[in-house]
């Protein structure tokens, strides 16, 4: 099990499915109350599943524009689920493909 599955509260370590979207979110968007994340994502996951709604959120956080909400995500998360399957947003290195770099602009 990796890091992104874990999360720290109260002085203990807590095994999570929040916690990818959560570390998406506070790299690529800012903070948010995990209360209100795992409020907005619970119907996008079970409406596309976990990896195909990780993938749309990852595509959704990384993308550039003005306002984000997580509850915006869960409206639209069909259109992100969309554009994360266009292409791969980023390589198996870790880097932004051409693709991503668009998302990332917004011009995807």
Do not use: N
Request: glycine content about 10%.
């Amino acid at each position: 099990m990796g890091d992104s599955e874990m999360i720290t509260a109260g002085g203990r370590t807590i095994v999570t499915w929040l916690t990818p979207y959560w570390d998406l979110w506070q790299t690529h968007v800012g903070t948010v109350s995990g209360g209100r994340l795992a409020k907005a994502l619970t119907p996008p996951r079970k409406l596309l599943g976990d990896a195909a709604c990780l993938s749309a959120f990852r595509a959704y956080c990384m993308a550039k524009a003005d306002k984000k909400s997580p509850e915006w995500f869960a409206k639209d998360c069909r259109h992100w689920q969309t554009v994360a399957s266009a292409e791969p947003v980023v390589s198996v290195t870790g880097t932004l493909t051409p693709y991503g770099k668009r998302v990332y602009e917004g011009r995807a």
